[in-house]
C-alpha cells in the first residue's frame, strides 16, 4: 500500500496491550487477541497506541508487537503501528521498524508533552514522513500532547508529500 491508496474504513479498534505477571510484553496472549479481534470482523487494528500502553513498553516490545501482529494478521487487514514518542528519530525507528514488520501504515501524534508550536509540530512529522514510505495517520491526542491540532495545521501535514 502506498500513501495514495490508503482505504482505512470501518471498525479499526485501537487494541489494549497483554502482559505477563512480570510486566512484559504476553506474545501468546497478544497473538490471540489479534486472532480474536480478525475473526469478530474488525476492518484493520492500531497497535501499539495510546490504549496500547505504548509508554509502558521498550522499544525491542513495540516492535515484537508490530511483528507478532503482523504475523498473525497476515494481510487479512489493515495494521497500523502506533508510533508515538518524544523524539522524531525515535518515532522514526519505531515508523520504520512498522514498514520493516510489513504494517499497512502508522499512528503518529505529536510528541507526548513537549506541547510543540505549529511550525515543530509540522517538523516532527516531515521528519518521520521522510523516514518511510508507508501511510501516516495523523492522530490529534490533546489531552496527552497538550497539542490540540486546529485545521490549517492537519491540512499542512496533509500536504507533506
Known sequence: MDRNSVDW?????????????????????????VEWLVSE??????????????????????????????????????????????????ASALAEAAQEAGLDGILLTPPPYVVTNRRETIAFYQAVSDAVAIPICVYNWPR??????????????????
Open 41 to 90: 470482523g474488525m476492518h484493520g487494528i492500531i497497535v501499539g497506541g495510546t490504549t496500547g500502553e505504548w509508554f509502558s513498553m521498550s522499544a525491542a516490545e513495540r516492535v515484537e508487537q508490530f511483528r507478532l501482529a503482523a504475523v498473525q494478521v497476515r494481510g487479512r487487514i489493515p495494521v497500523i503501528g502506533g508510533c508515538n514518542s518524544y523524539t522524531p528519530q525515535d
Open 144 to 161: 496527552g500532547t497538550g497539542v490540540d491540532m486546529d485545521a490549517d495545521t492537519v491540512s499542512a501535514i496533509a500536504d507533506i508529500e
Open 9 to 33: 474504513k470501518g471498525y479499526i479498534p485501537a487494541v489494549t496491550t497483554p502482559f505477563t505477571e512480570a510486566g512484559e510484553l504476553d506474545g501468546r496472549a497478544w497473538q490471540e487477541l
